[in-house]
Every structure is written in structure tokens, then in C-alpha cells.
């Protein structure tokens, strides 16, 4: 045996010693995570209330479950975002109490949930108004009407309708940038509903992003672009951006051009991109006790928070009566085949 | 020009190019490091260690993704660390040299290419759904574990594969069955570079977001994991969720989260250089 391969084989066995300490270590290591894992994990299971979906909706339930933590200690509340549609799979699947929608549950979801047995109470908490806007510079817009949306945003339109003139003759013949949530959005449906005339029909050339502050980057440094996000982002960013006033032409709604603000998503006046976000409650989730008190503080003091976060609470009426969909336990959609963007307190009173 | 000259002027730009292209590098990273430090440096306090998630960004912490991470990416070097050595040891000692463990061999190659959320897909209909492990830290750290495999696989085999065969054959020679020889002298001699590629898999998937998202990990989860069974967040969804908040003081948390994150990853990758130099010697 020559020098070094003595000298190997002496570096050898004093690794060989420390990978036998090491593997010891790790097999203490698993034996106290499972020990540990093994005796807390059905019992912290149970008091967990499982919320998920939407993104829009997380600040609200967030700041929901945040606050009601100081009022119920002993509740843990978990908030996923895996997007309305992700959602309401895994709700249709019961592995979440409480799922967030920013739009209302789809025929097909329904069917889901019923196959699997799943019912749901749908209780609005909240509105959205879409805010449609330009880059500050823009100064041949500041009000349009849901047809000249309709006509950048139709799928037709994809690759015709690409100036700004081909919108309106006395709009500058200058190049027309969109930008839009991506297409697994709530707001994005929703959009296209009330533009468009059929869920999810767009034009698909168009700048999109799941991520609404890559919406507001995009508008905010392109002179030529039009986007449309919830109003969250609007307000948290107004000074790099150009809010367009909606004219519907319906004159019982608020006469003329309406600009979303809390009081014209609140009154219904800013047609027709304010729509209610919503959670959906499995009502035997709704038996125990930790959900129901959730729940219940959700509409009863989500009203503020709802408002820190940036949305626009229902009014006080409109509460009463999504609590009392509550209390009577009133399962299934209030959407069934009326019109989809409905004033909320026609259809509350009407679902009862 | 000479020869030799014109040698020399070769070597000299070789050399700028060089120069450059290790600048370019390190000038990215340094302009990335600026910008997320500056954005981020003044928010990280022990407050924002050991705080959870709130809606007020100056109250929010990391307590609940850091505490996740750990608990995660432990649990997935006690899942994929043995499995991935064994199956090393397995293709490199015992496996031969024929058609079979050559299509194992590509097929390996292959996975550390699959994007992660493949994995993440297969996570929850197998980790979660099929076998019920529900939305927790086991499920996570599974399918971490599938997505850190391939790595851990590969560069286990690089390194066993780098023992000197004299080794092997003195070992023969003093009457060492095959199984002592490669516990007592090769696994030790080729560990330095088996816990590098370990590492190096490791701080990888400590970044990853997708495949959690996927398995349905959770974004604001008011308490540290207490358990396998327990739901849980990591630091990359964490700062997902600030990044896309509409008010600016969350993309300060954000930046913040991303320096935690980085010193994590910094801990890891010098822990791994410390272990090979102190073992290559």
C-alpha cells in the first residue's frame, strides 16, 4: 500500500465515523417530526377553517380572518388562492369549507358540487367596480360606452381592429394597446359578460397577466394602451393612470358618463362593470361552530374591512339580508337564469 | 506578427472575453441584489421575522412561510436524500452496463428537465387526492422530493462514479464483500460531492412556487406548521401574493421576503462549501 492510498483509506474512516453520526442524527430527526406530527395533527385539523379561490377576493378574507382571529383564538383560518375556478374544484371535491368566487358559480360547477353531493350557500359580501383605464397622457378619451368596448374587445376584433380611429373616426389613427387579466380570472369573465355578451368571448391578442400590477405597470408607461383591472388597483396607483368614465345610455341609472367610485359601485350607478364578489359556504361546514361564528363576523364586521382593503362593502340592508340567506340555511345560486348583472338587493329579495 | 505574437494577442482577448462575460454576470446580479435591497433592507426587522401575514403591510411578517420553508425543504431532504443515494448506488454499483440501466439512465436525464409544475400536478393527484395526505407539509415536501430526485440522483452517480477504482480493487483485495466496500471506502470518499449535488438541489427547490400552488398550499396561514399533518405556506408563495398586492408597502415586503429567502439560500450553498472542503482533505 502505497502513501496516499494509506492516506486515503485513513480520510475514509474518519468520514466514514461522521456519516455514521450523521445518519443517526437524521433518523432522531424523522422519529421527532413524526412523533410530533403523529400526536397534534387530527386535533389541529378540525378546528381549521379552509377558505379558497379567488384572488381578488383574498384581501377581503384575509383581513376577515386576521380580525377574527382576535375574537376566536381558538380558530385557525387558512386562506388559499388558487383562483375562482381552482376554487370550486376543490370545494365540488369538500376539501375547503368556504370558497371565494368573484363571480357567480357556473352551471357546470354546480353540476360538480352535485354529483359529489356538495351543496353551497352563496352569499355576496362585496362589490367590485372594473375600472377601465388609459395612460395620463391619453387625452383623446375620458368617457366611452360598453359598445366601443365591445368593439376593441369582441373576438372579431382580433387582428382588424388594431387604431385607436377604428374605434371612433375622431380618436387619432395611432396604434391600440390592450391589456387584460388573464383568461382563468373572475374579473376577466365577468368583463367579457358585460361587454362582450358571452362569458370568456374575447379577441386573445391582447396583453395579459394574472398578476394585476403587471396590468397597471403596462398602462402606466404606454401612451397608447387600455386596460381594465378591479378597482383596488385603480385606487392604489391614480396617480400614474387615467380612470374613463362608462355611459350606458341608461339614464335611470345615473344620467350620462359614471366613473367608478365607492359611491357609484355602491349605488349601482356605474353600469355595467360593478359586480358583487362572493364566498360560497358548504352548509354542513356551516354546523360547526368555528364556521358559523366566521361566517357570521364576515358579514357583520367585514363591512370596514372590506372597505380598508379596497373594495366597496353592500350597504347595511343588503347585509341583513345575506345574513338572513344565512339563518335560513337558503342553498343554491340566486343567478339561476335571470340576468346576470342584476341589482343585487332585486336579486337577494328575490332568492328568499 | 509572429507566431508567438499573434498567440499572445489571442490569449489576451480569450481573456477579456472572459473577464466580460463573468462581469456581465455579476453586474445582473449586483443590479438585481441593489434593487431588492433597497427596496427591501429597511423592512426586515425581528418584527417582520416573527410576525404573520396581515392586511397591513407594516404589521405583516414571514414567521408563518419561514417556519413552512424549513419544515418543507427538512422533510424533503429526509425523502428524497435516501431514496436519491440508494438509487445511485443502486444504478452505479449494481446496475451493470446494459440497455436497461442506460434507459434508466435517459430517462432520469429527462425528469430534471420536466417542468415543476408537472410535478406539481402529479403531487396532487397522487400525494394529496389518491393518497389523502390532504394539503400539508408531507404532501409538499413529496412532491418536493420527486422534483429534487433526478438532481439528487445524478450527482450522486457523478461522484460515486469519480472514486478511483484502485479503491475499489485494494478494498477486493483485502477480501471486502461488495457491499463493505462500498459502504466503508467509496460512499465515503464520494460523499463531498454527493452532499454538493444534495445542496445544490435542495437551495433549488426551496425556490419553487408552482408546484406548492398547484398541491393547493395555502397563502395566509396565521400559524407555524406543528406537525406533517399541518397546512402550510412557503417564502416563495408568501412573496407572490405581496407582489401582486395593489398597495406599494406590500412590494416592500415583498422585496424583504426575497432577502430572506436569498440569506436562506446563502446559508445553505456555504454550508454545502464548508462540507466539501472539510471532507475533501
Redo the contacts between chains.
Sequence with gaps: ?SKT?RH??R???R??R??QCASVS?AL??AV??G???????A??TA?I?V?GS?TV??I???V??EF?LVDPAA???????GTGGGFK?FC?G?TDISNGSRPIKAVEIDACAAAGIEFIELPVAHDGISVVVHPDNDWVSTLTPDDLERMWNPAAQGTVVSWSQVRPDWPDSELHLFGPGVDSGTFDYFTQAIVGQEGASRGDFTSS????VL?QGVATDPLALGFFGY??Y???RDRLKLLSVDDGDETNGAGAVAPSPESVRDGTYQPLSRPIFIYVNPDALERPEVSGFVNFFLSDGAS?VR???YVPLSDAEYALVQRRVDDRVIGTMFGSGDKTASLTVLLEGGR | MTRRQRNHWLDLALHGAGLGATLLGLGVLAALLFDIFSDGFGRISWDFLTSF???RAENAGIYAALLGTLWVI??TA?LAVPVGIGAAIYLEEYGGRGRWSRIVEINIANLAGVPSVIYGLLGLGLFV?TLAL??SV?AGAATLALLALPVVILSSREALRAV?P??RE?SYALGATKWQTI???V???A?PGILTGMILALSRTMGETAPL?TI????????AP??????FTVLPIQVF?W??????AFLANAAAGIIVLLALLLVMNGFAAWLRDR?Q?
Design positions: 500500500m492510498d486515503i483509506v480520510a475514509a474512516q468520514v466514514h461522521s456519516v437524521a430527526l424523522v417530526a413524526c410530533g406530527g403523529a400526536g397534534e395533527g387530527d389541529t385539523r381549521v379552509t379558497d384572488s383574498f384581501p378574507a384575509e383581513a380572518a386576521e382571529q385557525r383560518v387558512t386562506v388559499g388562492v388558487s376543490k371535491a376539501e394574472e398578476d394585476d400590477n397597471v383596488a388597483y385606487e392604489a396607483n374591512l380598508e382593503v379596497g | 401575514p396581515s392586511r427538512t422533510l429526509m387526492r390532504g394539503r408531507i478511483s484502485a479503491l485494494a459502504w466503508h471506502q460512499l465515503p470518499v460523499l400552488i393547493g398550499a395555502l397563502t395566509y396561514v396565521p400559524f406543528d406537525g406533517i399533518w399541518s397546512p401574493n407582489v401582486s398586492r395593489p398597495q406599494e471532507y482533505h
